[in-house]
Nanobody
């Protein structure tokens, strides 16, 4: 009963920026964590960034200092601002939500997933 829809992906040159959006609808008030994951062809899906209902953020080391996650509760939307993009950032990016009430949620504890949006960074 929760739907997550990503948007904002596309093709960008190395060093450029993109802003991904994840619009949530349905029974979303119990979601504690929102996260961005990515998966490149032939690679495992990996956590990029997460944000709690209270606004606490966490980042993977490979994007720290370049990406920023934020949320706008009035719009039921979470964002991922991506700057200084690199070709290795190329992947399908997924938005996800977790009902886990703890400070940390593992990937397998995310309950709801969007369909993904493609990000391609050219060199």
């Amino acid at each position: 009963q929760v739907q997550l829809v990503e948007s904002g992906g596309g093709l960008v040159q190395a060093g450029g920026s993109l802003r991904l959006s994840c619009a949530a609808s349905g029974n979303i008030f119990r979601i504690i964590h929102m996260g961005w994951f990515r998966q490149a062809p032939g690679k495992q899906r990996e956590l990029v960034a997460s944000i709690t209902a209270g606004g606490s953020t966490s980042y993977a080391n490979f994007v720290r200092g370049r990406f920023a996650i934020s949320r706008d509760n009035a719009k039921n939307t979470v964002y991922l601002q991506m700057n200084s993009l690199k070709p290795e950032d190329t992947a399908v990016y997924f938005c996800a939500g977790s009902l886990n009430y703890r400070d940390y949620a593992a990937q397998n504890e995310y309950n709801y997933w969007g369909q993904g949006t493609q990000v391609t960074v050219s060199s």
